[in-house]
């Protein structure tokens, strides 16, 4: 007679013991599958909710840190204010050649916000280097061009008190998404996870080049095809993005290309493994 089974019957309690050990937990746990989306909501809220009593800060500050929020500003620098109420900033390090928005936000010696200054709209041309430049004194509604790399920002704020730089991208997608990636909290736990995931999968397409299973495909049946039309897909990506046409990256799409068609035939052999 099998362990589960008794004559007349299981009691309702040991039939539910029993159905959670068939599939692999104890008897108290609630199986992930059966959660409503409202219910994972409400684990995340008392993730955040006890973390901010834990820590004895408040909910804002627990999901700023959490998420290692703002993701659409970066702080550049910071300097004290003169007593005189004037206060000067060098950018560094040097810019890359774009279109850059920067703000001054005034805070006092308990690091509370006092207020913000207009902000100052900039313009990088390629090929300016690192230098000593006339600082721009006051906001601008248009982008200055600059002659330098690391420009200098000035001002008048409340003497006594600091200033921080920021510089602001909340309309570029693409520095926002690179702001993200690079965020700790929550998204350093998933990158680390990415990461992971990435080099089991590049190991497994080494097996499958070694061909360590009946399994693995046969790499070279059609691969001057499948190159072919690597080549033709980075010609279309390279179409498609003019910032990346410079000589190397250029040469690192191609390479990147070539490597994905080659082994596509082993990708599903890797996700199946």
Known sequence: MAADKIPGGQPPALESAISARRRGRTGLAISWEHIPWWGVIILLVGVVVGFSVLTSTQYLDAIYFIFDLPWNRDAVGKTKIEADGTWSLTIKPPLEPGTYTFFAEYVDKTNQSLGRSE????????????????????????????????PTLSGVAPAGNTVVLYDDFSGNIGRIAKRIWR?????????????????????????????????SPDLSIHAGRRLLIGVVLAALVLAFVPAWRTLNAALLTLFITEA??????????????
């Open 119 to 150: 902000a100052y709209r900039i313009e990088v041309p390629a090929g300016v280097e690192a230098a000593e430049a006339e600082p721009l004194t006051a906001p601008s509604e248009t982008p200055v061009r600059v002659q330098t790399s690391t």
């Open 183 to 215: 965020a700790n909290g929550v998204f350093l736990t998933i990158r680390v996870t990415l990461i992971s995931f990435a080099a089991a999968l590049i190991l497994g397409l080494i097996f499958g080049l070694m061909r360590v299973s009946s399994g």
């Open 260 to 273: 994905i068609m080659f082994l596509l035939p082993a990708m599903p052999y890797t996700f199946s493994t």
